[in-house]
């Protein structure tokens, strides 16, 4: 797949993305409670990154402060509120979400308690029309164990018409008491039919068939992952790093340092996180067919994992024990996280683990 220079792919954030794409049954669940007239006061939608957690709790947002006149499926952000809405500025909806940091440009790695302690004086006040204030908490897991605290102090005595629309990756991810007291709705990788629909309706649907197929087959069921990929224009170098994992014992020591210095010399960070969830998602696809069938094709092995799996990765999922491929893919993934958090160089982790890998395929 070429990379193509010229990419202008303009992500748009959750609050102005006028359709949602899948997640019928959620959609459902959230309308018909709000419709019935017994609304959770607290939901808390799950999934991997991208997957639309964040555009579905904003359709609810639309949804409840329109009085149910606009979305929830497709919203009309022509109308005063959903303007309101879209541009965070409407007084009875306030959001908390990690602030920037300055020098990086990229989001903080926590949401400070100070961010949480803001919602007990705003659902105090009367909403401006007699309805609901909603209070949308992106990443919610990004509260430390304080700033959860002060989440739960709300969420357990909720005034009245109030909602609270929680985003995180798992439940597991956030206290006991704060998930115990919430519709919890976990969501699902989308066909890959919705990832190409979201896609085309973004306007960032290649023109090549065969980049978009291979687009869709990384996302594994994430519009927003496949819309970053396309963004970034990184595949290529995510193809060229499999093909030297592939190439085993004829694989070369300049090549790989040369496609560790093609990620470390990307000057976003974005880029190499990118790269790295690649890397991981494929060695997690490889130890499920480990897991379920030795393979790919394996008695249990789903269709996209048969699909998304290279060469490599396969070799992986029919030499190495399953349960220690499994521990594998999960360290590998902690390591790259720690190299952005403690800010390890790049180049040096990226060649750790590539060399790693390819001892345990015994290349």
Not at 79 to 104: C, F, G, N, Q, Y
Not at 238 to 267: N, P
Not at 322 to 343: N, P, Q, S, W, Y
Request: charge should be neutral; proline fraction near 7%.
């Amino acid at each position: 797949m070429a990379a193509d220079p010229d990419l202008a792919v303009t992500i748009p954030s959750s609050a102005a993305t006028p359709v949602l794409v899948g997640h019928t049954a959620a959609l459902e669940a959230f309308t018909q409670a709000y419709d019935s007239g017994r609304m959770p006061h607290a939901w808390l939608f799950t999934g991997r990154a991208g997957i639309g957690k964040a555009t579905l709790a904003w359709h609810g947002a639309h949804y409840v402060l329109s009085d149910g006149r606009n979305g929830p499926r497709e919203v009309d952000l022509e109308t005063p509120a959903a303007r309101l809405v879209a541009a965070e500025s409407h007084p009875d909806l306030i959001v908390l979400r990690r602030p920037m940091d300055e020098k990086t440009g990229l989001p903080r790695d926590t949401l400070p308690v100070e961010e949480a302690r803001k919602l007990t004086p705003f659902l105090s006040k009367t909403a401006t029309r007699g309805g609901w204030r909603v209070a949308l908490i992106e990443e919610a897991e990004s509260l430390n164990r304080t700033g959860q605290n002060a989440l739960l102090k709300v969420i357990e005595e909720p005034p009245p018409k109030t909602l609270i629309l929680l985003t995180a990756p798992s439940v597991g991810t956030l206290l006991t008491t704060i998930r115990s007291r919430c519709r919890v709705m976990p969501l699902g990788p989308l066909p890959p039919e919705d990832v190409r629909q979201a896609l085309e309706r973004l306007g960032a649907w290649p023109t090549d068939a065969r980049e978009g197929q291979r687009l869709v087959e990384l996302a594994r069921g994430s519009p927003g992952f496949a819309l970053r990929l396309r963004a970034s224009g990184i595949v290529p170098l995510y193809e060229d790093i499999v093909a030297w994992l592939a190439a085993g014992s004829r694989g070369d020591g300049g090549t790989l340092h040369a496609l560790a210095d093609r990620v470390s010399r990307k000057a976003d960070s974005r880029a190499f996180g990118l790269i790295t969830a690649l890397i991981v998602d494929m060695l997690r696809c490889a130890a499920r067919a480990a897991v379920l069938g030795g393979g790919p094709g394996g008695a249990g092995t789903s269709a996209a994992d048969a699909h998304a799996l290279p060469a490599f990765a396969a070799r992986l999922a029919a030499s190495v024990p399953a349960g220690h491929l499994v521990d594998l893919a999960e360290r590998i993934a902690r390591l790259f996280a720690e190299a952005d958090t403690v800010h390890l160089d790049r180049k040096t982790v990226l060649l750790n683990v590539l060399g790693l890998l390819k001892r345990e395929a015994g290349a």
